[in-house]
């Protein structure tokens, strides 16, 4: 699960243009800017023209400096949130790098209403979305305002359309090794980078026409969209992420002005179609970066995508899958229980054994030293039988109180539940939270010292981070090893939109040592046993093609076998309009055939039971 930040507070937003002007004079990018009132060759004060604002760069040559009557047309009006405005200069000049769009912040409700032609003095200055730390762009800005309304009903200035063709294949400009690795003191190369593209029409009347919606509605009113209907597109609909070199350069984000309670937003999964004009100012925001705030918003046009269900097992196959829950508590509606439970009977056809991550203590977030799951094992096992399914029996570890992070006072686990008609479980010394298990050889074959067990918990790999579950299960008189896992998230992690390009994924270097640590306990197994049929799975946070997934398969002990799927099928969860992998299963060369499903009911839809796609493999071992 992913979590989202708060939104930045007036006082915040004023702390933060402060400082990144700071930090910028301090960088030199504000060296030899202009004065806010240069003299004409007439020796009379030029005016200041929104583009003279923007610059060719993402930081403002007149950061930090007054400016006064500022002249253009009201293209948007935000009265919640960041509350403010947008102008835009009908006079635009002849470099494609400035933007002829600004938006002004006015902390309180704005009184004009689009169309106005307004003249705006005030302050410019730099505001990064999420805070200096985020790694965000800013946005530049006229702050603490004084407003003069010169007429009213204006035609607004013609918006520009944003399109496949427009918008270019690269993503970024490499960052500039002397500034840390930030693109801020780059000149603008519209023609060439998506991001310097986008940046270019910052503030600025936009708009699109018929898109593909690659990620569906959400919580906060907002979807994802690409404007090139043909790039990486998956056969369900949406873009798929299969490279750190591969972006996706198409992919938009849809808000729009209204309040909901004035507007309600359209309901849309992926592959919906976001149909006739979507128009507004483009904007940038914490959340996604570029952002389209559509003052007016296209119709959605379903395309009724339907919940996969996976192929049942045959009877001599072992079924395993893995679901992350989001969560899940006593306290959760029967609804929810009711939901993942029938996903488990329907779609993902009772597999014999279920690796579940993200269940919670038996009070959920309430932070009281609970840590045992059993009322919420019992709810979710006793909704499975009611939708039809198994009579699961599980097994897990409980954690120390508030040691595996997560929601504070939830202490989320790994949790194996098993069909015993189907498969049996070894118990054998079951360890607690802080006992490691280990390997030995029982004639012949690799054996845990304890299972249930977890691996390795004393490293520090796994500090504030949930540890494996390893458990011994016979199918048919054969013995399979699975190793249930709950990697570091990617919390902390900059977004594709970063000014540091590339962005800085520092959640990963957690993750890498994870992913050491599981290979090195699988290289105990198989060289106890080279011949074993281990299983690795779980909640990665990481894709197939990362160093973690790397790292995991290293000297050959693990095959992800979601790289069996074709390129345009792999995916598990979908996030700011990419899908991706999250969600993987591992197996050791001693699995030798399988079928992998990756089970889509999920991230593709704006009514979810979790916001992960459970994923299933079927082999005989």
């Known amino acids: 699960m992913r979590s989202r930040p708060t939104v930045t507070g007036s006082h915040s937003r004023s702390a933060a243009v402060a400082s990144v002007v700071a930090a910028a004079l ?6 030899g800017s202009a004065s806010a009132a240069e003299l004409s060759e007439e020796g009379t004060a030029a005016a200041i023209r929104v583009h003279d604002i923007q610059g060719a760069t993402r930081i403002s040559p007149l950061a930090g400096q007054q400016v006064t009557g500022v002249e253009g047309i009201v293209t948007g009006v935000r009265t919640y949130g960041s509350r403010g405005f947008w102008i835009q200069d ?248 009711d939901a993942l439970a029938k996903a488990v009977v329907e779609n993902l056809a009772s597999p014999d054994i279920v690796a579940l991550e993200e269940i919670q203590d038996d009070n959920g977030a309430k932070n009281d030293g609970t840590v045992a799951a059993g009322e919420t094992l019992r709810k979710f096992t006793e909704a499975i039988v009611a939708a039809g399914g198994p009579a699961y029996q599980w097994r897990s570890v409980d954690p120390e109180n508030n040691k595996d992070g997560g929601e504070p006072g939830g202490n989320i686990r790994q949790v194996f539940l098993f069909n015993p008609e189907r498969v049996s479980f070894t118990d054998r010394d079951a360890g607690d939270a802080t006992t490691a298990t280990g390997v030995v050889t029982e004639n012949g074959h690799a054996a845990l010292t304890h299972s249930p067990g977890r691996i390795d918990p004393a490293n520090t790999a796994w500090e504030s981070s949930r540890k494996p579950l390893a458990g011994e299960f016979v199918f048919r008189g054969r013995k399979v090893i699975v190793i249930a896992n709950h990697f570091g998230s990617k919390g902390g992690d900059e977004g594709l939109t970063s000014h540091h390009q590339p962005p800085v994924r520092s959640s990963e270097a957690k993750r890498l040592l994870q992913a050491q640590s599981v290979n090195s306990f699988v290289k105990e197994i198989t060289a106890a046993q080279h011949n074993a049929n281990v299983v690795v799975l779980g909640d990665i946070n990481d894709f197939e093609f990362s160093a973690t997934a790397q790292a995991l398969e290293d000297g050959g002990a693990l095959y992800s076998a979601i790289k069996s799927l074709p390129r345009a099928e792999r995916y598990s969860y979908v996030y700011q309009g990419n899908a991706q992998v999250l969600d993987q299963i591992l197996v050791s060369p001693g699995i030798k055939k399988f079928q992998y499903d990756s089970v889509h009911i999920n991230a593709e839809f704006a009514d979810q039971n979790s916001d992960h796609d459970p994923q299933v493999l079927r082999f005989i071992p």
């Open 26 to 31: 301090a960088a030199g990018l504000l060296a």
């Open 90 to 337: 009908p006079q635009a000049d002849d470099s494609d790098a400035t933007s002829e769009g600004v938006f002004v912040f006015t902390s309180s409700v704005p009184t004009v209403a689009v169309g106005d032609a307004v003249s705006v003095s005030g302050l410019v200055g730099e505001y990064v979305p999420g805070g200096l730390n985020s790694g965000n762009q800013s946005v530049t800005q006229i702050s603490k305002p004084k407003v003069t309304v010169l007429s009213s009903g204006n035609a607004l200035p013609e918006a520009t359309l944003v399109n496949e063709y427009s918008v270019p294949a690269e993503y970024a400009p490499q960052g500039d090794p002397a500034n840390g690795g930030s693109i801020n003191g780059l000149t603008l190369d519209p023609a060439t980078y998506a991001l310097d593209y986008y940046e270019s029409l910052e503030g600025m009347n936009v708009r699109i026409g018929d898109s593909r919606v690659v990620g569906a509605t959400d919580p906060y009113a907002e979807l994802w969209v690409t404007v090139k209907g043909w790039e990486h597109r998956a056969p369900r609909g949406g873009t798929v992420y299969g490279s750190y070199e591969s972006q996706n350069t198409g992919r938009l984000q849809i808000q729009q002005l209204a309040p909901l309670a004035q507007q309600p937003f359209p309901k849309a999964d992926v592959g919906d179609k976001l149909t006739g004009t979507t128009e507004g100012p483009l904007d940038f925001n914490q959340f996604g970066g570029y952002t389209l705030v559509a003052r007016t918003l296209g119709t959605v046009e379903s395309k009724d995508l339907q919940r996969e269900k996976t192929k049942a097992q045959k009877p001599g196959e072992l079924a395993v899958a893995t679901y992350n829950v989001e969560n899940l508590d006593p306290s959760d509606p029967q609804e929810k229980f």
